[in-house]
């Protein structure tokens, strides 16, 4: 089975994070493929940015489907162009936080998701809702720039742990979600120190996608996910036109 996990920010180092991650899980037959955008934000941080990351995240979906892959896996918290590679790709694609909230949803009652930066946290916000977990979850900001967490002399894990500290006793969280894909090492760190189910989202999409592909399941291509309809582009996006589904 092969697995394509795509960093759809430019951020190499924040690629190799999310490949380690996933290979640490991964069954012995699975590849790992990891994949970095080659255009848009360095980091993803609110709607502007992810809008200007989907080009480049398409474009390594199609581009690498002449190797081929099992089932793909968008490496960003906000589930940056999700509904959009599914509707591109014949194979599954999961998403950081769809699968991190459905897997916490396994393991407690109420969790809090714990993200970066404000406007990060009202994004999740509405994703958890979208996801069915708004009623058991809850969304918070630890105040970090994405890039503070490639820094380690930033404070940026204090902060992150004061706001995890925060949802254990303000919010009555039985497990924590880590919302951004640069905190993807610390989990099992912080599920150790605070006792507590920590959830990675890279993690679970991986679990998630090998359990689809062995199952035979893949995206329904009937309503929503239908591959798009031929048509042309203009201007910068022409090579984004739709000639036929890839994966």
């Known amino acids: 089975m092969r697995i394509l996990i795509i960093n759809p920010n430019t951020t ?17 037959g699975t590849e790992i493929i990891a994949a970095t955008s080659r255009m848009g934000p360095v980091s ?45 790709a014949n194979v599954p694609v999961l ?36 996801y069915g977990m708004g009623g058991r979850a809850k969304v918070r900001a630890s105040d970090i720039p994405v890039l503070e967490l490639e820094d380690e002399t930033s404070g940026a894990i204090g902060k ?15 497990a924590v979600v880590l919302g951004c894909a640069g905190m993807t090492a610390l989990a099992r760190e912080l599920q150790e120190l605070y006792g507590v189910p920590v959830i990675d989202g890279v993690a679970a ?23 798009p309809l031929p048509k042309a582009f203009t201007g910068a996006m022409s090579g984004f036109a739709p000639i036929r589904a890839v994966g």
């Open 95 to 130: 998403g950081l936080c769809e699968s991190a909230v459905a897997t916490a949803g396994f393991l407690a009652q109420r969790f809090t998701v714990v993200t970066t930066l404000e406007r990060s946290r009202v994004l999740i916000d509405n994703l958890v809702r979208r």
């Open 12 to 28: 190499a180092s924040m690629t190799e994070k999310a490949a380690a991650a996933a290979s640490a899980v991964a069954a012995a």
């Open 205 to 227: 999409a991986v679990k998630q996608a090998e359990a689809l592909v062995s199952l035979g399941l893949s995206t329904s291509k009937r309503g929503s996910y239908a591959s």
């Open 160 to 174: 992150l742990k004061a706001e995890i500290e925060r949802a254990l006793s303000e919010d009555g969280a039985e």
């Open 44 to 88: 993803i941080e609110g709607h502007y940015d992810g809008a200007l990351a989907i080009p480049g995240l398409l474009t390594e979906l199609r581009e690498r489907q002449a190797a081929g892959y099992d089932a793909a896996i968008v490496a960003c918290f906000d589930d940056t162009g999700l509904d959009a590679a599914r509707t591109f």
